[in-house]
């Protein structure tokens, strides 16, 4: 029922206003415009072939941008180019002319009488025999743009006929030799100017600027009888419960949808996006719309829709190109498709064919409520139950697309991406639920507001409300103090479990210093076992919550104590209690990670990451000397130094040195800076009381992972000191495995393949490399104790 109700409100809104015009001419005498061009002069009317002439040779050819690049290419703009810089036009006398013709095209484009059209003077082209301009699209220059006018100049030629085109629909348009022709048309329309048989076509280019009054303009009333079927199918949709989902197979039928999201029919930039800027009958269709749904009690915006289509598409020359890799077009600021990497192609991605909608998506950017204000920033995505339109997207011009080439087991598709306008609307009754999944940031505004006043109960029944969609919702929300508020708002509910779900979405590296004063409060209000039920499930593995990398989380306890400092200064009882419940569960945390570190098979990664590890641990220790919680500290100092995190004494040294550099001596040994260092004083003794490695010993011991027998040989081999070379005959396989195991441990062995016979010989032979490594190690060992033992000495001096 619901989908075809939504064919009906698209099928109703076709019918409004008449034929839709995006396009409109306008002739006039030349006699207003006085026309003067550095080093050509005056030009008088008709432009003789002599003074166009003249024109050509102080022109340039036209250009085009990619990217951060102006190229060339006369395969799509062949035409000569006066800069406006050059050009010098009496605007008193021009004005008479231009702006009565500008009035009567706004009314002929549908744009309402409440605002006024503004020419910006763009470029002075000149079309000499052959010159023509392939079909492209403009690009809204500035937030009042809304198109394009062209001025032809009178002159005598042949050919040259502009063309533009909409949706499928074209007019064509022809010069006169004695009058000014005025075409204007919106910046959403492909257009062309055919090739110059004969002659000069000249042309003064013109940005389209509205201005006016910023708040709604819309059109009159639409008829009484539209307004009534369209409220009824209102109805109809926000009443119907959709079908059930195919799985489980006795599922319930769901809730009926909560929007409505009509697609106009222009397309728009955010930029271009207002009440007053709607093109064409996407004003009447508006209007329309508006009226409905303030009958049947409901709220719109105007929104913006970033629609994204993924079509199978097939190339005209399929059988030339069937394994080429994708391609992707964009439009340029000078209105071109230009494609990656390469000058564009004269036809774009025009010379593909779509054949099937694979998938598609919608996204509404920003909306602007009736009142005309500033968009307001959202983000949400929108469903199939709760779209409709007049015109598909397929049917307009796409800003950007991409071709994926055929690879095999997949390609041959091509993506689209539109920016549609959109009248989205909701029921009044369900308008918070629709906002807060648009704007998780305004619906945490309200529930503040809302508790401040003393109506907890109903921000409770506004915050269950949230519970469907909050979870992607809020993973997306990106706006600063939104966490902050989130806290705020969980403490004031006053319901646990309420309070729980809305914090669902985050993790614990969310609470900064910024926000210790407001999760203290929240341990206070729920106490200790709510708390450490809430911090497992941020740390655990979820989809739709907010994500940070792990250097986020590394860097975020190298910010614990700052937070934990905070958390103390809150609250006397309950600042503590949080400390030492996040202390817990990142201690956790970060022995997985020093236990993962210290299992990375390639000794440099390894290096780094355990050398990752050096602020965070500092940070860990510190915090405990900050909240008194000795016996985190001590469980943490056992744990860094068993025999298991020998690999951890480098990493150790430089936690004691950047303590040394940044933390208070008196404070050093409440965060154990003794404990720790007598640890690796031992530890770097006894490494260095091993004999370092005699000149002729080569053997490399093989790390454990694998005991089958070509890793048996291969230890052998490594192991025996007077071995450095090894023949070994063996299948490609049974190569690539071995070639494996060395390169993942960064053996100091080269391994190449000798091809002759069968099967092919592996060689290995042992490099100096080895010696190199355990030289270099054994001089890092001696720094770090001579450091080590520096502050002993300083200690004992000072006792004595």
């Not at 077009?329 to 494609?339: K, S």
């Not at 005309?372 to 800003?399: F, M, N, R, W």
Request: with cysteine.
């Amino acid at each position: 029922m619901t989908t075809a109700t939504l064919e009906q409100i698209g099928e109703l809104l076709s019918e409004m206003g008449e034929r839709d015009t995006f396009t409109a001419r306008r002739t006039a005498a030349a006699d207003d415009l006085h026309l003067e061009v550095k080093d050509v002069g005056r030009l008088r009317f008709p432009i003789s072939r002599a003074a166009a002439q003249r024109l050509c040779r102080v022109a340039r050819p036209a250009r085009y941008g990619q990217g951060v690049e102006t190229l060339l290419d006369k395969r799509v703009r062949h035409t000569w180019e006066i800069p406006k810089s050059r050009v010098r036009i009496d605007k008193r006398r021009w004005n008479r002319t231009l702006l009565p013709v500008l009035d009567t095209l706004r009314g002929d484009l549908g744009l309402p009488e409440g605002c006024k059209l503004k020419a910006e003077l763009h470029s002075m082209l000149v079309y000499a025999p052959d010159q023509f301009f392939l079909p492209h699209q403009d690009s809204e220059k500035c937030d009042e743009m809304v198109g394009t006018l062209v001025v032809t100049l009178p002159s005598r030629f042949t050919g040259g006929a502009m063309v533009v085109e909409h949706q499928g629909e074209k007019v064509t348009y022809r010069a006169t030799q004695q009058r000014l022709s005025f075409v204007a048309f919106y910046a959403d329309c492909r257009h062309e100017v055919r090739p110059v048989k004969d002659g000069y076509r000249i042309v003064l280019t013109y940005n389209l600027m509205l201005a006016g009054d910023r708040t709604a303009t819309l059109p009159a009333e639409a008829p009484p009888e539209t307004v009534d079927a369209l409220e009824e199918l209102l109805r109809q949709h926000f009443e119907t419960p959709l079908p059930p989902p195919t799985w489980p197979k006795d599922a319930p039928p769901r809730d009926p949808p909560s929007r409505l999201v009509y697609l106009l029919d222009h397309q728009y930039t955010e930029r271009g996006l207002g009440w007053q800027r709607l093109k064409g009958n996407d004003a009447a269709r508006a209007a329309a719309l508006r009226e409905a749904a303030e009958r049947h009690g409901c709220e719109l915006v105007l929104a913006l829709a970033e629609v994204h289509e993924t079509w199978s598409a097939m190339e005209d020359d399929w059988g030339d190109h069937r394994y080429q890799r994708h391609r992707r077009w964009e439009r340029d600021e000078d209105d071109e498709w230009y494609e990656e990497g390469d000058p564009p192609p004269p036809d774009g991605p025009d010379r593909y064919s779509l054949e099937e909608l694979i998938d598609w998506s919608i996204e509404l950017k920003g909306w602007i409520d009736p009142s005309g204000k500033q968009a307001e920033p959202i983000t949400t995505s929108v469903a199939g139950t709760e779209v409709c339109s007049t015109t598909p997207s397929s049917d307009l011009e796409p800003y950007a697309s991409e071709y994926e080439g055929f690879m095999g087991n997949w390609g041959n598709t091509m993506d689209r991406w539109y920016r549609r306008a959109a009248i989205v609307l909701w029921p009044r009754e369900r308008a918070f639920a629709v906002r807060a999944e648009a704007s998780p940031a305004w619906a945490l505004e309200e529930l503040t507001r809302r508790i401040r006043a003393g109506g907890a109960a109903g921000a409770r029944e506004m915050a269950a409300s949230l519970l469907p969609f909050w979870r992607a919702a809020a993973s997306h929300e990106a706006r600063r103090g939104f966490f902050v508020k989130a806290l705020r708002v969980a403490e004031g509910l006053e319901a646990p479990a309420l309070a729980k779900s809305l914090l669902q979405p985050f993790q614990v590296e969310a609470v900064t210093p910024a926000a210790g004063p407001a999760f203290a409060a929240l341990v206070k209000r729920y106490g200790d076992d709510w708390t450490r039920s809430l911090l497992g499930e941020w740390s655990e593995p979820q989809r739709d919550r907010m994500r940070f990398d792990r250097r986020d989380q590394l860097a975020w306890l190298d910010s614990l104590p700052r937070l934990c400092e905070k958390l103390l200064a809150a609250d006397g009882t309950a600042g503590p209690s949080a400390a030492r419940l996040l202390l817990r569960d990142r201690w956790d945390w970060l022995e997985g990670r020093i236990e993962s570190c210290r299992g990375i098979a390639s000794p440099s990664r390894r290096d780094e990451a355990v050398a990752s590890l050096v602020k965070p641990i500092l940070g860990f220790l510190e915090s405990t000397a900050v909240v008194e919680a000795d016996d985190l500290q001590d469980d943490a100092l056992a744990f860094l130094s068993t025999v298991e995190n020998e690999p951890l004494v480098p990493c150790l040294v430089q936690v004691l040195r950047a303590a040394a550099r940044s933390v208070p001596p008196e404070r050093r040994a409440a965060f154990g800076f003794e404990a720790l260092s007598r640890h690796c004083l031992r530890r770097i003794e006894a490494r260095l009381e091993q004999p370092a490695r005699e000149k002729g010993d080569w053997s490399v011991a093989l790390p454990s992972g694998c005991d089958c027998e070509l890793c048996v040989t291969l230890g052998e081999f490594l192991f025996d000191p007077d071995e450095q070379r090894l023949e070994w005959p063996i299948a490609k396989e049974k190569r690539r495995h071995v070639h494996g195991r060395i390169d993942a441990h960064e053996l100091p062995v080269r391994h190449q393949t000798r091809r002759s016979g069968r099967p092919y010989t592996l060689v290995l032979e042992k490099t100096k490399t080895l010696f190199e490594r355990e030289a270099a190690e054994r001089r890092a060992w001696q720094a770090d104790l001579k450091w080590l033992r520096g502050p002993v000495r300083r200690r004992r001096t000072a006792e004595t």
